[in-house]
Every structure is written in structure tokens, then in C-alpha cells.
């Protein structure tokens, strides 16, 4: 009976001896390994946060981009007025050293309205120094997306343009559909614009910044877009370009002063040429 008992507590003393040693160890044992999003930052994610910082502020476009750092990737968010702000402070963000990658978050300010866009869009191609009375751009805008159609020559500054175009305000894309014209037709194009312009009808026309007749060239055929002030002008350009050596045929799509078209007094129609 007595060494009955002694087992007994044997056993249960050798249970309890178990059970602290297990204790202890659990106490002492290092903690699982945490996930990377649960981990603090390193040290370095600050200093990239304020290099990032310090280059945005830079620039009033830019100034009020927020920037957050994590595990050295960037998270840039806020408003910011144009499509070319937006790549702009992604691309400064990138160029940052020790960044992984840029998530970009950034919202572009809305304008008014579509046709605002429109408008400023083909003052700022009209402006376009290279653009001339030979090149012919059309614009549209739906919510903030601009489409430009229509021709340049070769040479001109396409993604010149393309980039002006995003510098406007208010413009969260830019889709470019020029067609680029062959320099081959360049002499065939000087000829035409002497015909037109050399002609007293409209010589008044040759001491505007912008003359209004634009003259589309491409392997002989001709274009004639652009505004002129009656009937008689729109028939007498195209006659004068016809009968000019070089010219094949001769599409006349000029308008009349005053005389809008169907596409223009459409409200929902954003819709503009920078050669008027």
C-alpha cells in the first residue's frame, strides 16, 4: 500500500516537472515570424518618403501629392490638375533611388466642362510654333479624354504636341490619331499656297498670325479646311488649287464665316479644328 502510494506520487510529481519545463520553454521561445505587411518599416522607407517629398514640392502642380512609403513601395495620392502632373510626379517618384515601384492613386481635377477643355486644347496646338497653314488638327473631348485627329507633316513635332496637350488642365488621357504626311509633297504644298494666298482675294488673309486656309497635302490630292468669308472664296480657293501643276484632285472642305455645322452646335459634340 505504501509503495503504491509512492508510484502514485512519483507520477504525478514527474507530470508537474513536465508541464514547467513546458511553460518555460514556451515563455522563452522567440515569436513566430510576422507577415511582411505586419512588420515595421525600415528606416529607409523615410528617407525615401522625404526625398520624394522634397522633389514634388518643387513644383505647385505637385505640392499637395501625399506620399506614402511602405517596405520601399510608394503610394502617391491626392489631386492633381492635369494628365501631365500626374506622370510627372510618378515618374519623379520612380527615379527615386531604393524604390521598388510607384502604385499611383492620383485623381485629375475636373473642369467644367468638355467643351472648356476643347477650346483651350486648340489655342494651345494653334500656339504650337511648328504648326502651320499645312497641317490640320482636329480635336474632341468626352469626359476629360482628348482625341487628336487630323494630320501633320512629317517632321513636325507630334509628341511635342501630344505633350502640350496634356499640360491642359483638366485632361486625364490624350489619344493620338494624327496622321503624319510625307515630306515628298512638300513642294506641291509651297506651290498651292502661293496660288491661294498669291491671289488678291486673299492676300488680306497673309497678314494674319494663323492664315485661315489650311492646305492638306498627301501624294497629289488636296484638302482645303479652314474659314473663309462667303461662298465666292470657298469656290475661288479651290479652282486656284486645282489648277496648280502637281495636284491631283482637290477635296474642298472649307466653311463659311458664320455658318456653323451640324457637329458644331451640338452641345454634346466637343468638338473643334485648330485650323479655325
Known amino acids: 500500500m505504501t509503495a503504491h502510494r509512492i508510484g502514485i506520487v512519483s ?31 525600415p528606416p529607409i522607407d523615410q528617407q525615401i518618403k522625404r526625398q520624394i517629398e522634397r522633389k514634388l514640392s518643387e513644383d505647385d502642380a505637385l505640392h499637395s501629392v501625399r506620399v506614402m512609403v511602405h517596405w520601399q513601395m510608394v503610394t502617391l495620392r491626392g489631386i492633381v490638375p492635369s494628365l501631365w502632373a500626374k506622370d510627372k510626379a510618378i515618374a519623379q517618384a520612380a527615379a527615386v533611388d531604393n524604390v521598388h515601384s510607384v502604385v499611383s492613386e492620383l485623381m485629375i481635377a475636373a473642369r467644367e466642362s ?25 480635336v474632341s473631348v468626352d469626359h476629360g479624354m482628348v482625341t487628336l485627329a487630323g494630320q501633320l ?9 501630344v505633350r502640350i496637350v496634356s499640360r491642359v488642365p483638366g485632361v486625364t488621357a490624350v489619344d493620338d ?7 515628298g509633297d512638300d513642294r506641291v504644298r509651297a506651290r498651292v499656297a502661293a496660288q491661294i494666298y498669291g491671289h488678291p482675294q486673299f492676300q488680306k488673309y497673309t497678314f494674319y ?46 466653311q463659311i464665316e ?12 466637343e468638338a473643334a479644328s485648330a485650323s479655325r
Open 177 to 183: 490619331q494624327i496622321e503624319v504626311l510625307p515630306a
Open 11 to 41: 507520477v504525478i510529481t514527474g507530470v508537474i516537472m513536465t508541464s514547467l519545463v513546458a511553460v518555460s520553454v514556451a515563455q522563452t521561445a522567440p515569436p513566430a515570424s510576422a507577415e511582411p505587411h505586419e512588420m515595421q518599416s
Open 209 to 254: 498670325a494663323k492664315p485661315p486656309i489650311s492646305i492638306i497635302v498627301h501624294q497629289g490630292d488636296v484638302r482645303l479646311a479652314g474659314v473663309v468669308n462667303s461662298p465666292l472664296e470657298k469656290q475661288l480657293a479651290k479652282h486656284l488649287a486645282l489648277h496648280t501643276f502637281g495636284v491631283l484632285t482637290v477635296t474642298n472642305d472649307l
Open 114 to 138: 468638355d467643351r472648356d477643355i476643347a477650346e483651350e486644347v486648340v489655342e494651345r496646338v494653334r500656339r504650337y510654333v511648328y504648326y502651320s497653314i499645312f497641317d490640320n488638327i482636329t
Open 258 to 269: 458664320g455658318q456653323a455645322t451640324d457637329s458644331e452646335s451640338s452641345p454634346s459634340a
Open 153 to 161: 507633316r512629317e517632321g513636325v513635332g507630334r509628341k511635342d504636341l
